[in-house]
């Protein structure tokens, strides 16, 4: 039976929901991942950034922007160091610019992806998977990466059962 990883990073607060700022008790992409973790079993990792994010929602936007320009790699509060037991991985996250926000791709460069399959899941209010699944590629060296799964943020509450569905048949 494979092992199964969910690396996710979720915002709680200030979001943008349907062409609005709505405060959120959980974070879209964290319900997601207990979805993914829910269907297919495994284990949840949640990434957080020593320096938060402003509360603010535009100014988390324009934060996450510069980091991304700049190439930052934002410092976390823990690390995950090693994956070996681990088949599948799950890298959830909110679509930020387009792709990951950087402290995801802070968590993943640390880690070898020799043999694993990694697949994308991205919360978005539009972009779909941007280029989440390139990201990936590129930092997930020696990974397969899989077909990755988008969520509308809004509808992410609602989409248990896309969403199960989609992990069973990638696993």
Known sequence: ???????????????????????????????VA?????????????????????RDYMTCTEEAQEELRAKASPELKRYLDDISEYDNIFVCGPCWWGTFPMAVLTQLERLDFTGK??????THEGSGLGGSEHSLKQSCKGATVGRGLAVHGADAAHSEAAVAAWAKKSV
């Open 1 to 31: 039976m494979s092992r199964n990883l969910i690396i996710y990073y979720s915002r709680k607060g200030q979001n943008y929901v349907n062409g609005s700022i709505r405060e959120l008790s959980k974070g879209n992409t964290e319900i």
């Open 34 to 54: 207990e979805f993914i973790q829910k269907a297919v079993g495994g284990d949840l990792f949640e990434i957080e950034t020593v320096k938060e994010y402003s």
């Open 117 to 122: 399959k990694v697949f994308a899941v991205m």
